[in-house]
C-alpha cells in the first residue's frame, strides 16, 4: 500500500529564511506523482508543486523547489526566503495507482504546520 | 479562470438528517473529486466522478454517495448524519485527459453536526 510520512508536526521559521519541510513516501509502483499543498487557516487546498517519479530534474515553482531523492523515497519541500504569509499547513501527497494505472485519488500525509516569525 | 466553488460554505446539521454539498469544478475540467478533513483521521478521499461515472470510491460507508451532472458539477450527499461527519469536504477538479493531472481545490464546507 502507497503511504505519505510527514515527520514535522509543526515548525517555526524567521522571516525571510529558507525551510525544509519533510515528506517519505512508500511505494511499490515504478510509476508515481508526489505533490506539495499549501492550506491556510481558511482551509482550501492550494496546489504549489508536482514532482513525477520519472521527472530528471527537481521540480521548482518560484520560491518553492521539491528536493526529490528517489532512491531514499523522500521528496522534500524547499520555501526559500519565508515570507509571513507563508504561515500554514503544508501537506504532501501522492497519486494512487490501481490496476488501470494513474487514478485521481490523492494519499495525503498528515501535514506540517509551519509557523513564519518576522 | 474561476477556480473550484463549493456550496455552502458553513453548515450546521443535528444527527439523523441529511446534507448535500456542491461543487463546481475550474471550466474545462471533467474529473471531480471529493475529500474529508477531519483532525483525528486527515484527509481521506471519498470518490471521484469523471463524465457522470464514479471512477474510484474510498473505504466510507454507504451513507455518503455523490453524483455528477453533464455540466460537469458535482453534488455529495451524506445520509443519516453521525457526530462523526463534522469536517470540512473538499472537492477538488483537474482534467483527466489523457492522463491525471494536478488536482485543484475549491474553499471547501465545513460541516458541523450536532
Known amino acids: 500500500a502507497q503511504k505519505i510520512t510527514q515527520t514535522q508536526p509543526g515548525m517555526f521559521v524567521q522571516e525571510k529564511e529558507a525551510v525544509t519541510l519533510d515528506c517519505t513516501y512508500d511505494t511499490s509502483d515504478p510509476s508515481y506523482g508526489l505533490f506539495w499543498y499549501k492550506q491556510p487557516s481558511s482551509g482550501e487546498m492550494i496546489f504549489l508543486i508536482y514532482?513525477?517519479?520519472?521527472?530528471?530534474q527537481n521540480a521548482t515553482e518560484g520560491r518553492y523547489s521539491l528536493n526529490f531523492q528517489k532512491a531514499r523515497k523522500s521528496a522534500n519541500l524547499v520555501i526559500s526566503a519565508s515570507q509571513l504569509g507563508d504561515s500554514a499547513m503544508y501537506f504532501c501527497?501522492?497519486?494512487?495507482?490501481?490496476?488501470?494505472?494513474?487514478?485521481?485519488?490523492?494519499?495525503f500525509g498528515t501535514g506540517t504546520l509551519l509557523a513564519v516569525q518576522p | 479562470k474561476a477556480g473550484v466553488t463549493q456550496t455552502p460554505r458553513y453548515l450546521i446539521k443535528t444527527r439523523g438528517q441529511q446534507v448535500t454539498l456542491s461543487c463546481s469544478p475550474i471550466s474545462g475540467h471533467r474529473s471531480v473529486s471529493w475529500y474529508q478533513q477531519t483532525p483525528g483521521q486527515g484527509l481521506q478521499f471519498l470518490f471521484e466522478y469523471f463524465s457522470e461515472t464514479q471512477r474510484n470510491k474510498g473505504n466510507f460507508p454507504g451513507r455518503f454517495s455523490g453524483r455528477q451532472f453533464s455540466n460537469s458539477r458535482s453534488e455529495m450527499n451524506v445520509s443519516t448524519l453521525e457526530l462523526g461527519d463534522s469536517a470540512l469536504y473538499l472537492c477538488?477538479?483537474?482534467?483527466?485527459?489523457?492522463?491525471?493531472?494536478?488536482?485543484?481545490f475549491g474553499p471547501g464546507t465545513r460541516l458541523l453536526v450536532l
Open positions: 501527497a501522492m497519486r494512487e495507482y490501481d490496476y488501470g494505472g494513474a487514478t485521481n485519488k490523492l494519499i
Open positions: 477538488a477538479s483537474s482534467d483527466r485527459t489523457p492522463s491525471p493531472e494536478t488536482q485543484y
Open positions: 514532482q513525477g517519479s520519472y521527472d530528471q
